[in-house]
């Protein structure tokens, strides 16, 4: 086949992908929302249909441009949200059990190909001078798998922000039904915090409205906040060390392209502005006071630089990386 | 007289200690350096594009006052990004200093046993067929076989045994490298230099200062140049028909000091040459005609013109612009005045022609195609003899013309001259002998990489065991009971302590499979097979102490 007749399989594999992960992520939100496993069935069987799409894709672009299928922005996006949707698939849901977090894994691979097939296309072509290296192998794909288990890191801490909030006002309800507390009887947030970690209040609190069924549905389907809480924490110390391999190896590469291995140019700078917030957070969990909701902010804000060390540098800042498009 | 809430000095020292050592010190260091880290992303930074931050400089002209004063236009360089970092690696290191003498104490005394084991969140009693000290001993072995360090209690048939040290380990070799990485950092920008160097085509470079033009950036303790020399013996470059360039690759030989050849090489984007410790990338390229000029028959100027091109205006390609240079030629105009020649050469002719048509679009030049050089003749004092830039201020132009390649102009007229015309004309010739092109390089010598890698590699393995591995600890003490003895096992985990719940459970099977099946004292041989089973009764207390986990948990990290 020619490069051209790759390069259009590859096109038209993206937008099946990009189709079948819209109809997944529907399917897994109706999914969540009526809990009936014959929707999860479906929604997983689309998204694995859009990965099996979506890679294609990628290697079809490899065998139209006759290199490896991760040169720019279009190529990029394409191959990390087909990482995020596996992660989720394989991570969240295989090894960790938890469907609720795919929908949304599905959304951020919806958004992230939208923007790319909108903004970032490029026809398939050959890479310049400074990109042409085998450090391109070894830089990028460490990049894209952090930059991937990043995003569901950041899925996950959103999860569980929005839990741990409905947890908490569901325990004030019930501290303000308990008898009014006697002398050193105060509720301690902290042993809150552990109870919480065996079983979710909804449990201790059965809403008469609601049936049993539904509850107990619902409680496999979202797991508590100390359950999205350990995985997002998971997710992030996967991410963290391919995170710090990617920038290694952009150092190393940079050496090698350059002739320094660190310049503070804005994706250096960028990246390391990431690695030190994701840094900041796995301390944080460790320390005594910022635990829980802090930490959880920070990686939020660990989530928004990798976004802007991904979008803003390559698009809005001069610097060395801005050939991506 | 003072009053109670004043510190001494020492408890002042002791304070500012103990708030550098703390985690939330590191942690608002840390985010004070991405803070800084954003505004150098952000605003242009003099080391990397001195021309933006002056054109910023011109835009804003009070908030660019401002934030020069500030530091902002070299965050990296500033005073105060030196303060934050220094107080980190501080901080760092009063935290490392006391956690590596606790790491290499507790590595060097065995575990400490506990005397209520009960009390932790992991507990479990089984009745074994062994006595009391077999059962410990078999349980020290089945403990050692899963590489727990165990340790027997002196005084009764108890033992103590820890895993997962590798944590401690790796998060201080994680944090360690972090000081090695800066120490290879400032050694390597002490000691190093880098600096760009341009070579014609057939020239020969040397490694020393005068050999930089002035670029060189040396670290303050760089000792000296090697005095390799690089030959160009050619450059070749690839572009596509879009202008996208494919290749640039420059053929040289490295030779030694003594001139000697050691290789030849081809030096590319991505595959720089390294000898004598220098990395020397490709970086540019140009055009570099051979000019001859000649005075009534006498050779003025002999050799190649290193040129520069134009920087290209909006919506032009920058290889459509022509290239220029200058010839400086002092004395040597009419009653003695310096003369200048100015050069702008097309090396694709084509384009040049094309631009003659009114409302042409201009062409790139991906190749030389009979090349032309347009020169202008300037006479008047020159204020400097560089071979870059002419000053025409107190000059005047008094002819101009176009000469091609191979071929000779006479510098009054520009009419081309026949061969052997010379003494015709104006009595000054220029030939345009040949087109050569010249490769631009980066010179570069940091001595700190070996450290810089070897930080990297350790940050890289210390972080998998810090973020992987768990410390945990079991205990076990055995009681007589009849014939045998009761177990009692307590276990503790500072990370993962789902899976250690696990893993305890397993440990506690194992345990009793071996106490139970190990062959009793003679005596006791009897009444242990009357143990249902042979086994024993195992009564778990493992997730109702759970929720005690959270309280035992202390992690100490900088």
Same mark, same amino acid.
């Given at each position: 086949?020619?490069?051209?007749?790759?390069?259009?399989?590859?096109?038209?594999?993206?937008?099946?992908?990009?189709?079948?992960?819209?109809?997944?992520?529907?399917?897994?939100?109706?999914?969540?929302?009526?809990?009936?496993?014959?929707?999860?069935?479906?929604?997983?069987?689309?998204?694995?249909?859009?990965?099996?799409?979506?890679?294609?894709?990628?290697?079809?672009?490899?065998?139209?441009?006759?290199?490896?299928?991760?040169?720019?922005?279009?190529?990029?996006?394409?191959?990390?949200?087909?990482?995020?949707?596996?992660?989720?698939?394989?991570?969240?849901?295989?090894?960790?059990?938890?469907?609720?977090?795919?929908?949304?894994?599905?959304?951020?691979?919806?958004?992230?190909?939208?923007?790319?097939?909108?903004?970032?296309?490029?026809?398939?072509?050959?890479?310049?001078?400074?990109?042409?290296?085998?450090?391109?192998?070894?830089?990028?794909?460490?990049?894209?798998?952090?930059?991937?288990?990043?995003?569901?890191?950041?899925?996950?801490?959103?999860?569980?922000?929005?839990?741990?909030?409905?947890?908490?006002?569901?325990?004030?309800?019930?501290?303000?039904?308990?008898?009014?507390?006697?002398?050193?009887?105060?509720?301690?947030?902290?042993?809150?915090?552990?109870?919480?970690?065996?079983?979710?209040?909804?449990?201790?609190?059965?809403?008469?409205?609601?049936?049993?069924?539904?509850?107990?549905?619902?409680?496999?389907?979202?797991?508590?906040?100390?359950?999205?809480?350990?995985?997002?924490?998971?997710?992030?110390?996967?991410?963290?060390?391919?995170?710090?391999?990617?920038?290694?190896?952009?150092?190393?590469?940079?050496?090698?392209?350059?002739?320094?291995?660190?310049?503070?140019?804005?994706?250096?700078?960028?990246?390391?502005?990431?690695?030190?917030?994701?840094?900041?957070?796995?301390?944080?969990?460790?320390?005594?006071?910022?635990?829980?909701?802090?930490?959880?902010?920070?990686?939020?804000?660990?989530?928004?630089?990798?976004?802007?060390?991904?979008?803003?540098?390559?698009?809005?800042?001069?610097?060395?990386?801005?050939?991506?498009? | 007289?003072?009053?109670?809430?004043?510190?001494?000095?020492?408890?002042?020292?002791?304070?500012?200690?103990?708030?550098?050592?703390?985690?939330?010190?590191?942690?608002?260091?840390?985010?004070?350096?991405?803070?800084?880290?954003?505004?150098?992303?952000?605003?242009?930074?003099?080391?990397?594009?001195?021309?933006?931050?002056?054109?910023?400089?011109?835009?804003?002209?009070? /908030?660019?006052?401002? @934030?020069?004063? #500030? $530091?902002?236009?070299?965050?990296? *360089?500033?005073?105060?990004?030196? +303060? %934050?970092?220094?107080?980190?690696?501080?901080?760092?290191?009063?935290?490392?200093?006391?956690?590596?003498?606790?790491?290499?104490?507790?590595?060097?005394?065995?575990?400490?046993?506990?005397?209520?084991?009960?009390?932790?969140?992991?507990?479990?009693?089984?009745?074994?067929?062994?006595?009391?000290?077999?059962?410990?001993?078999?349980?020290?072995?089945?403990?050692?076989?899963?590489?727990?360090?165990?340790?027997?209690?002196?005084?009764?048939?108890?033992?103590?045994?820890?895993?997962?040290?590798?944590?401690?380990?790796?998060?201080?070799?994680?944090? /360690?490298?972090?000081? @090695?990485?800066? #120490? $290879?950092?400032?050694?390597?920008? *002490?000691?190093?230099?880098?600096? +760009? %160097?341009?070579?014609?085509?057939?020239?020969?470079?040397?490694?020393?200062?005068?050999?930089?033009?002035?670029?060189?950036?040396?670290?303050?303790?760089?000792?000296?140049?090697?005095?390799?020399?690089?030959?160009?013996?050619?450059?070749?470059?690839?572009?596509?028909?879009?202008?996208?360039?494919?290749?640039?690759?420059?053929?040289?030989?490295?030779?030694?000091?003594?001139?000697?050849?050691?290789?030849?090489?081809?030096?590319?984007?991505?595959?720089?040459?390294?000898?004598?410790?220098?990395?020397?990338?490709?970086?540019?390229?140009?055009?570099?005609?051979?000019?001859?000029?000649?005075?009534? $028959?006498?050779?003025?100027?002999? *050799?190649?013109?290193?040129?520069?091109?134009?920087?290209?205006?909006?919506?032009?390609?920058?290889?459509?612009?022509?290239?220029?240079?200058?010839?400086?030629?002092?004395?040597?105009?009419?009653?003695?005045?310096?003369?200048?020649?100015?050069?702008?050469?097309?090396?694709?002719?084509?384009?040049?022609?094309?631009?003659?048509?009114?409302?042409?679009?201009?062409?790139?030049?991906?190749?030389?195609?009979?090349?032309?050089?347009?020169?202008?003749?300037?006479?008047?004092?020159?204020?400097?003899?560089?071979?870059?830039?002419?000053?025409?201020?107190?000059?005047?132009?008094?002819?101009?013309?176009?000469?091609?390649?191979?071929?000779?102009?006479?510098?009054?007229?520009?009419?081309?001259?026949?061969?052997?015309?010379?003494?015709?004309?104006?009595?000054?010739?220029?030939?345009?002998?040949?087109?050569?092109?010249?490769?631009?390089?980066?010179?570069?010598?940091?001595?700190?990489?070996?450290?810089?890698?070897?930080?990297?590699?350790?940050?890289?393995?210390?972080?998998?065991?810090?973020?992987?591995?768990?410390?945990?600890?079991?205990?076990?003490?055995?009681?007589?009971?009849?014939?045998?003895?009761?177990?009692?096992?307590?276990?503790?985990?500072?990370?993962?302590?789902?899976?250690?719940?696990?893993?305890?459970?397993?440990?506690?099977?194992?345990?009793?499979?071996?106490?139970?099946?190990?062959?009793?004292?003679?005596?006791?041989?009897?009444?242990?097979?009357?143990?249902?089973?042979?086994?024993?009764?195992?009564?778990?207390?493992?997730?109702?102490?759970?929720?005690?986990?959270?309280?035992?948990?202390?992690?100490?990290?900088?």
């Amino acid at each position: 086949m020619t490069d051209l007749q790759w390069a259009r399989i590859s096109n038209d594999a993206f937008n099946v992908a990009l189709f079948a992960y819209i109809a997944a992520m529907v399917g897994y939100f109706v999914h969540l929302s009526f809990k009936r496993d014959a929707f999860w069935r479906v929604a997983r069987a689309v998204a694995v249909i859009g990965v099996v799409a979506n890679l294609a894709s990628v290697v079809a672009r490899g065998l139209a441009a006759d290199r490896v299928p991760w040169g720019n922005m279009y190529e990029y996006s394409s191959m990390l949200a087909l990482l995020v949707v596996v992660g989720a698939l394989v991570v969240v849901e295989g090894v960790y059990k938890v469907r609720s977090l795919t929908g949304f894994a599905l959304m951020f691979s919806v958004l992230t190909m939208a923007v790319a097939v909108s903004f970032l296309y490029v026809g398939p072509g050959p890479l310049v001078p400074a990109l042409n290296s085998y450090w391109i192998k070894i830089h990028v794909q460490a990049a894209i798998w952090g930059s991937s288990l990043f995003a569901l890191g950041g899925i996950a801490t959103i999860a569980y922000l929005v839990v741990d909030r409905a947890e908490r006002k569901k325990l004030e309800a019930l501290g303000a039904q308990s008898p009014p507390p006697i002398m050193g009887g105060a509720i301690d947030l902290d042993a809150a915090d552990d109870a919480r970690a065996g079983a979710a209040p909804s449990d201790l609190v059965p809403d008469p409205a609601e049936d049993v069924q539904a509850v107990l549905a619902r409680r496999r389907l979202v797991p508590s906040a100390a359950g999205l809480d350990r995985l997002a924490y998971r997710i992030i110390a996967l991410a963290f060390p391919i995170w710090t391999f990617a920038v290694i190896a952009g150092a190393i590469w940079a050496q090698e392209a350059w002739g320094r291995y660190w310049g503070w140019d804005p994706k250096e700078t960028w990246s390391f502005i990431t690695w030190v917030v994701f840094a900041g957070y796995l301390h944080a969990r460790a320390t005594s006071g910022w635990k829980g909701r802090r930490a959880a902010v920070i990686a939020l804000v660990g989530f928004a630089s990798l976004l802007v060390t991904y979008y803003a540098v390559n698009l809005f800042i001069v610097g060395l990386h801005s050939y991506a498009k | 007289m003072s009053s109670p809430q004043r510190l001494s000095l020492s408890q002042s020292v002791a304070l500012v200690w103990r708030t550098l050592r703390s985690m939330r010190t590191a942690l608002i260091l840390l985010l004070l350096i991405a803070l800084a880290s954003i505004a150098g992303s952000l605003l242009p930074q003099r080391p990397n594009s001195p021309e933006r931050v002056l054109q910023y400089r011109a835009e804003h002209r009070f /908030w660019g006052t401002f @934030l020069d004063r #500030a $530091g902002l236009f070299d965050v990296f *360089g500033s005073w105060w990004f030196v +303060l %934050i970092t220094t107080l980190l690696f501080v901080s760092l290191i009063a935290c490392l200093v006391p956690r590596t003498r606790a790491l290499w104490r507790a590595l060097r005394t065995p575990p400490m046993q506990a005397r209520e084991i009960d009390a932790f969140p992991q507990f479990a009693e089984i009745r074994v067929a062994a006595g009391p000290d077999l059962a410990i001993d078999s349980a020290r072995r089945a403990l050692r076989r899963r590489r727990f360090r165990v340790a027997r209690d002196s005084s009764r048939p108890a033992l103590a045994a820890e895993k997962g040290v590798a944590r401690e380990v790796g998060s201080l070799a994680f944090h /360690w490298a972090f000081i @090695l990485l800066l #120490a $290879g950092v400032i050694y390597g920008k *002490g000691t190093g230099f880098s600096g +760009l %160097i341009a070579v014609v085509e057939g020239q020969t470079w040397v490694d020393a200062e005068a050999n930089y033009d002035g670029t060189i950036q040396a670290g303050r303790f760089f000792d000296g140049f090697t005095g390799v020399g690089l030959r160009l013996r050619d450059f070749g470059s690839d572009f596509l028909r879009s202008g996208q360039p494919m290749d640039f690759v420059s053929s040289v030989d490295l030779q030694a000091p003594d001139g000697s050849l050691l290789r030849q090489q081809d030096i590319r984007v991505n595959e720089p040459a390294k000898i004598e410790g220098l990395w020397i990338y490709q970086s540019g390229f140009g055009w570099a005609p051979v000019i001859e000029v000649t005075d009534r $028959g006498e050779v003025v100027w002999s *050799g190649p013109v290193v040129m520069d091109r134009d920087p290209a205006p909006e919506g032009v390609v920058e290889l459509a612009m022509p290239w220029r240079g200058v010839v400086k030629l002092p004395g040597t105009g009419a009653q003695g005045t310096d003369r200048a020649i100015e050069l702008e050469l097309w090396p694709d002719s084509r384009a040049f022609a094309a631009l003659l048509d009114p409302g042409a679009e201009p062409q790139a030049m991906l190749v030389a195609f009979e090349p032309i050089i347009r020169f202008s003749v300037w006479e008047g004092p020159l204020s400097d003899l560089s071979s870059s830039g002419l000053d025409t201020a107190s000059m005047r132009e008094v002819s101009a013309g176009i000469v091609g390649a191979e071929r000779t102009a006479d510098l009054g007229g520009g009419a081309s001259l026949a061969e052997g015309d010379a003494e015709s004309g104006s009595g000054s010739t220029i030939s345009f002998q040949e087109l050569r092109e010249y490769s631009v390089f980066q010179v570069a010598r940091d001595p700190g990489l070996p450290l810089v890698l070897a930080a990297a590699i350790l940050i890289l393995v210390g972080l998998l065991p810090a973020l992987y591995s768990s410390r945990r600890k079991v205990w076990i003490r055995a009681d007589p009971d009849g014939d045998g003895a009761v177990l009692r096992m307590g276990g503790l985990a500072m990370q993962r302590k789902p899976q250690f719940e696990d893993e305890f459970a397993r440990l506690v099977e194992a345990l009793a499979t071996a106490a139970g099946g190990s062959p009793p004292p003679s005596p006791a041989n009897d009444g242990a097979q009357d143990l249902p089973g042979d086994r024993a009764q195992v009564s778990q207390a493992g997730s109702q102490a759970g929720s005690q986990a959270g309280s035992q948990e202390r992690v100490q990290t900088p």
